[in-house]
Structure formats: structure tokens, C-alpha cells
């Protein structure tokens, strides 16, 4: 299959650290983070900066959308802050490998879980080169978790209906095509409580590249 044009995986901790602070974000900072469209690009930043240690942010829920819908103020000139030193810590097992995947196949304590539609997990549509999902995973897409409307979130209690099989387990494994859909997800998990949840980073981009890994067709 053809190589991804783009790819949005992990920047290195230096990489993200001097972004960070070229954008005045330091310790003690507090950090909202919003988008145009459906969270999903607010909540991969958002992973992002817990991935290196970053706890002093949220996502704005319903992003622009939302906040012109309420007739808040909005500014036209370009803003800035202060550059600051922004101190990378990394945590571990927030985001996870095609090896990691492989070893959660088949893994009673571990949920893998497409955040992409319903037809790609079915293999209708073809993406990423091969079509199908990750064996073993269940579908709950990213875009069932917002009120298609609004663009904001579910209310908890029906998220908490709509995710009760992922939520019963010990350890949930979210994907997609490449890091985006599965973040927004996992924000939603963590919101509901759990505390064990990571991202697979390279998503069906990377898992189709390689025609030794396995695809599942169906719901």
C-alpha cells in the first residue's frame, strides 16, 4: 500500500517541549485547548501534553462551534504569550506500539476499540489499504460520542451507557486511522473514570502498512 502523505504521530519529547514553550506554556499554566471540529484535534493535544507530563489542561467542550453558538466575546488580532521553559516528562503506557496491539490481541483484561465509523470497521470502506479493523476490537466511534448538533459531548450517564462493555475491562487500547478519533475517545474514558487507557499511535495507517498483520471483516 502507498505511504501515508502525512502522518501525526508522536513528536519527539525535545520536538514538543520547544513548541510548547516557544507558546508560553510552563508549570502553573493553565491550558484549554479547542478546535473547529468535533474535539477530536483538541483531544489528541490534550493527550499529547498528559503523554509528556502535562496534567493543567481541558478541552473545550463543543470548541469554536460552541463558543460562538453562546455569543461569547471573540478577538481578531493574532495573540501571544511569553516564551517559557516547558519540562517534558514523559508517562508511560499512554500511547502504545503495533507490538503492544499484537500482544493485547486475544487478552481478556485489555479492550481494543476502533474509534473510526462503522462502515470502515466493517470493512465496507477502504482507507488505509486494507480493509477491516484489528482483530478482537469493538467499534465505538468517535463521532457516537457527541451530539452530532451541538458538537458537544454526551451527557456522562450516556456515555457511560454507550462505553459499559469497554469500561469492564482493566486495561482499553483506542484507534483509528492515525491518532485523531481514538484521542477524543480516550478522553471520553478517562472522563468516565478509567484509569488505564491508552492510544495506539500509528492507528490502521501504520497496522495496514504491514501485510503480515491481521484485519477482521464485520461488525
Known sequence: PRRPRRTFTLPTAEQFAAEMGRLGVTDGTEVVVYDARENMWAARL???????????????????????????????????????????????????????????IGDPDVCLVNALGRRQHRGELNEYGRPGHIPGSVNVTAWEVLDRETQQYRPLSELRRKTAAVLDHKRVITYCGGGIASASLA?????????????????????????????ELGA
Not at 51 to 79: E, H, K, M, Q, Y
Not at 199 to 210: A, R
Request: proline share 6%; aromatic share 12%.
Open 187 to 215: 478522553l471520553v474514558l478517562t472522563r468516565l473514570g478509567h484509569q488505564n487507557v491508552a492510544v495506539y499511535d500509528g492507528g490502521l495507517q501504520e497496522w495496514c502498512s504491514d501485510p503480515d498483520l491481521p484485519l
Open 46 to 104: 490534550w493527550w499529547l501534553l498528559r503523554v509528556f507530563g502535562f496534567r493543567d489542561a481541558a478541552v473545550l467542550d463543543g470548541g469554536w462551534a460552541a463558543w460562538r453558538r453562546a455569543g461569547n466575546p471573540i478577538c481578531s488580532r493574532r495573540c501571544g504569550y511569553e516564551p517559557a521553559t516547558f519540562v517534558a516528562r514523559p508517562s508511560s503506557g499512554l500511547i502504545v506500539s503495533k507490538r503492544d496491539v499484537l500482544d493485547a
